[in-house]
């Protein structure tokens, strides 16, 4: 769509998240207690977190952490960061290798050696993804609209630090696969379209999308969690007469309900992968 379309669109973006995950601290409220917690222990524990987040958004508090005035949080955020495994890290660790206790040092050290070994060979994964089935259930009819799900969950799910997404079958055999470690848990994600429809207010039109991911654990294929999102997008007066316009924000709104939904993936994740 063009800049000057996308100007009048209004994206309206809604996170759910259903699992045992529910109640867990998001990423912002991980960052706040490990930047303002008056118990040192609830920052340890929140550098921690972050550094299982699988983002990588988490460096930021992390490396702001490393100066931290209790030894423990230092630590700890150092020991997340090289979790992480984000090299945007590297620099910030070795300004700090000269820290005042043995225990911190130690953890930059380990920290600085791993993102080294990882700068020449590769970020290592934590956890292998397995796209299973992506279904469309909103009742419209369209195999692109399954198409997309299937290629924005790859998409999106291949950008998360320390994840790698397996080939899809029968695109080389899994038994030679060089991307399927075995000592490397592994997760199942299906996803589902539960609602996808056009409604009507004057001449302008407003386009809504749901999508729902089902975690399995794998090989059993036990559900571990469920994460789903939505969104919405009005079209003007104008767009609601351009058929391709209203095509382009439908296909807006399905990615826009994707993002909303996997944005909160990576805690089920590693929840899945027994992490």
Request: no cysteine; hydrophobic share 45%.
């Amino acid at each position: 769509m063009h800049s000057s379309r996308r100007t009048l669109l209004t994206l309206a973006l809604l996170l759910s998240v259903s699992s045992a995950l529910a109640s867990s601290p998001g990423l912002d409220e991980l960052a706040d207690q490990l930047k303002e917690a008056s118990d040192f222990r609830v920052r340890v524990s929140a550098a921690l977190q972050l550094g299982k987040s699988l983002t990588n958004d988490a460096v930021a508090p992390l490396v702001a952490a490393l100066d931290d005035g209790n030894a423990s949080v230092r630590a700890a955020a150092a020991a997340a960061l090289k979790n992480l495994g984000d090299q945007a890290a590297l620099d910030a660790l070795k300004a700090h290798r000269a820290d005042k206790s043995e225990a911190v040092r130690a953890q930059v050290l380990a920290a600085i050696k791993s993102l080294e070994e990882e700068r020449i060979s590769g970020p290592k994964p934590k956890v292998l993804i397995k796209i299973g089935m992506m279904k469309n259930e909103s009742g419209v009819k369209s195999k692109k609209i399954e198409s997309q799900l299937a290629d924005a969950s790859r998409r999106k799910l291949s950008a998360l630090p320390r994840v790698r997404v397996l080939p899809a079958e029968g695109s080389e055999p899994a038994e030679t696969s060089p991307d399927k470690p075995s000592s490397v848990p592994m997760v199942m994600v299906t996803g589902n379209i539960s609602e996808l429809k056009a409604s009507r207010d004057g001449r302008s039109i407003t386009y809504s999308a749901s999508v729902e991911y089902v975690l399995h654990t794998m090989p059993e294929q036990a559900i571990a969690a469920k994460v789903s999102g939505r969104a919405s997008a009005t079209a003007s007066e104008r767009e609601a007469e351009d058929a391709s316009a209203l095509a382009e924000l439908r296909r807006s709104v399905l990615e826009a309900a994707i993002a909303s939904a996997l944005r909160r993936a990576p805690p089920a994740l590693l929840a899945a992968a027994h992490l």
